[in-house]
């Protein structure tokens, strides 16, 4: 069996630059974390982070600090 595998877009906000990660099925949820909640997203480094699947399907979005997709309210 096939592991899914997703794309991480991050967006920095110090220069607007961008960096692409790739992670399968275990490896999106420690990313996500250390994205959203590690150091350089703490200082507010980070722009946008942008998950999408093999099918080009966005999964997660996360922007300026606050979850934008899937909605809060709808998790």
């Not at 480094?45 to 300026?64: A, R």
């Amino acid at each position: 069996m096939t592991k899914e595998r997703f794309k991480i877009y991050v967006t920095f906000s110090n220069d607007g630059g961008r960096m692409i990660e790739e992670h399968d099925q275990g490896t999106i949820a420690s990313a996500l974390t250390r994205l959203t909640r590690g150091p350089a997203a703490s200082i507010g480094l980070i722009e946008s982070v942008k998950v999408v699947d093999g099918l080009d399907c966005t999964n997660f979005l996360w922007e300026k600090g606050v979850l934008k997709f899937p909605r809060p309210d709808h998790i």
